[in-house]
């Protein structure tokens, strides 16, 4: 099972999923760091899994999850797309990642990652230091390079609202 993770998220996220589900299949958690597309980031996918595997995509995981279906569709056998969309970004949501990659461009990457921890925790749980820690840790140590990588792949990522409806497995959405 590939397992993958969204913006500026690393490993951690899936632990629990990880435990959980060891003794059930192969769980292997994907690096989405390296690529700057998720035409790219879905090769990786791929390349890493056997010619059969279930698929869980978060959020930005999810819009590689989209072009894995794309490019491999007959590949995945069960797919979970999670917290994620197919359709394209909003002017207003374009505009704030602008902003966000113009400030980390600037050099106020710590101040962006804590710009996002709305978008990336649900507001019940903002208070949790535990959790916030984790996530700010998270996203420091993936750091700002891979925060513009990671993206430029999101903005320029197709639309997957024409894909949704040649999905053949069973999905949870």
């Given at each position: 099972m590939a397992l993958l993770p969204g913006l500026l998220l690393d490993e951690r996220l899936w632990r629990a999923q990880v435990d959980a589900l060891a003794s059930v299949v192969e769980p292997r958690v994907i690096d989405l760091t390296r690529q700057d597309t998720v035409a790219a980031m879905a090769r990786d996918v791929l390349a890493a899994m056997p010619d059969r595997f279930a698929l869980a995509g978060l959020s930005m995981g999810g819009y590689v999850a989209f072009e894995v279906m794309r490019q491999a569709p007959q590949r995945v056998g069960l797919l979970a797309l999670l917290d994620?969309?197919?359709?394209?970004?909003?002017?207003?949501?374009?505009?704030?990642?602008?902003?966000?990659?113009e400030l980390a461009r600037k050099g106020r990457f710590k101040g962006v990652t804590r710009m996002l921890l709305p978008m990336l925790i649900h507001e019940s749980r903002l208070e949790d230091a535990a959790l916030t820690g984790l996530v700010m840790d998270m996203a420091e140590r993936c750091g700002r390079e891979v925060f513009l990588r990671q993206q430029h792949a999101i903005m320029t990522r197709p639309d997957s609202r024409p894909t949704l409806p040649t999905i053949a497995c069973p999905t949870l959405v």
């Open positions: 994620t969309k197919a359709g394209l970004d909003t002017e207003e949501q374009t505009a704030r990642r602008r902003g966000m990659i």
